[in-house]
């Protein structure tokens, strides 16, 4: 079963990022081999979704069931796709008030060999650049202000 773990420093603040990789109906804007995305349900700590994945003309989908402690973590565990196992996670580590830590990790194994002979590459290559994506499009975002200092006395 392969494992997939990326690990970045970024100069955008913990919640920035936190919500970028939450914010998962923004996903076809920024992931080029992200064709659709349907929310099942959200609430503050869970999200349940579908991502339909068009990649060069492959076509296939996954639905998870994101578990969330914002702006710290989000995992990842498997709803539906062509999958026996798919369970991962964002961790997401403040340092200082405008840089952050992020580690991605995955790991999953296809239901059939057929399946991951066509599949694997294309979703190892997916999940191989998934966190220099996500980078990518925090860049074009507007920054966020800077800290409030108080003033001397107040």
């Known amino acids: 079963m392969p494992t997939i773990t990326r690990k970045v420093i970024v100069d955008h603040p913990a919640q920035a990022m936190f919500d970028l990789v939450d914010g998962v109906e923004a ?3 920024f992931l080029p ?3 659709s995305v349907e929310v099942f349900g959200r609430t503050p700590t869970e999200t349940h979704a579908r991502i339909d994945i068009d990649f060069h003309g492959l076509k296939s989908h996954v639905a998870t069931r994101n578990r969330n402690q914002p702006p710290e973590w989000i995992h990842l565990e498997l709803a539906d796709g062509p999958f ?10 403040p340092l200082g008030a405008q840089g952050c830590a992020i580690e991605f990790s995955i790991d999953y194994a296809f239901s059939s060999r057929a399946i991951d002979a066509v599949m694997g590459p294309v979703f190892g290559q997916i999940m ?3 966190v220099e994506r996500f980078v990518e499009r925090a860049a074009t ?5 800077p800290p409030a200092i108080a003033a001397p006395g107040g």
């Not at 026996?84 to 580590?93: K, Y």
């Not at 975002?141 to 202000?145: D, S």
């Open 33 to 35: 081999w992200c064709a």
């Open 141 to 145: 975002l507007p920054a966020a202000p």
């Open 128 to 130: 191989e650049t998934i």
């Open 84 to 93: 026996e196992r798919l369970a991962g996670h964002w961790h997401i580590r």
């Open 27 to 29: 996903y076809p804007q």
